[in-house]
């Protein structure tokens, strides 16, 4: 029970990676906020898991891109479970492939709002309630090789996500770790939707290891990120993409 009497935030906990990951924090004793967007479903079963198992969550709506729904699960959290310890800033998307050439502003400037100014809400929401901990971010292997085809905004956001890490490591040490992930091919619904099966069958033929990642091998990684056995790592990104970037 690594996190046992912890509280931790896990935002874009309804699917994927944050599902997974709140599960896995769940399962080590923390008391787990899941904020979601449009992923219900998921982020009830989440608790409805949490809960059967004898732990404690909730999950609530909110688009963290807007200051208000961002106080909203900061309170509640606090409110619920008296403290924040760990803040997992997972939320985020490329929401549509666009090259430069053809991209509107609103279409850069949303893309920057989910996967980077969110990022920044809840940080800065989250520390007035944070004397110790970790924050450990969600960026992108993207971040490292400017991602695929029409996805300049999105790597854009994500190396800056790797950025702020570093940043943000300098500025809220040592009491505060800040660590990211670099997920390259994980089996998830992003890919489903902005990654053609040709390309992921590609991949499994070329990785070292040869298969997409899983949402749990994400969350373990998190959860060592959260954790005490990660206590002399801050300001890392940390690649995790079966070996086909080495950086």
Not at 25 to 37: D, P, Q
Not at 193 to 217: C, M
């Amino acid at each position: 029970m690594k996190l046992q009497g912890k509280t931790a935030i896990v935002t874009g906990g309804g699917r994927d990676i944050g599902m997974a990951v709140a599960l896995k924090l769940a399962s080590e004793g923390a008391s787990v906020a899941i904020n979601y967007f449009s992923s219900s479903t998921g982020a009830d079963e989440a608790v409805a898991q949490i809960t059967a198992a004898g732990g404690r969550a909730f999950a609530l709506q909110g688009d963290l891109t807007k200051q208000a729904d961002v106080d909203a699960l900061v309170e509640k959290t606090v409110a619920d479970f008296g403290s924040i310890d760990v803040l997992v800033n997972n939320a985020g998307g490329l929401i549509a492939r666009k090259t430069i050439s053809e991209m509107p502003l609103d279409h850069w400037n949303a893309v920057m709002d989910l996967n980077l100014t969110s990022t920044f809400l809840l940080t800065k929401a989250c520390l007035a309630h944070m004397k110790d901990g970790a924050i450990v971010n969600l960026a992108s292997q993207a971040g490292r090789d400017g991602g695929g085809p029409g996805a300049v905004a999105y790597a854009t956001a994500k190396g800056a996500v790797m950025t702020m890490t570093r940043g943000l490591a300098k500025e809220l040490g040592p009491n505060i770790r800040v660590n990211a992930l670099c997920p390259g091919m994980i089996d998830t619904d992003f890919h489903n939707v902005h990654t053609p099966d040709a390309g992921r069958r590609g991949f499994e033929a070329n990785a070292p290891l040869k298969r997409q990642g899983h949402t749990d091998d994400a969350a373990n990684l998190v959860l060592f990120l959260a954790c005490g056995d990660s206590g002399f790592i801050t300001g890392t990104n940390i690649d995790i993409n079966g070996g086909m970037l080495f950086s």
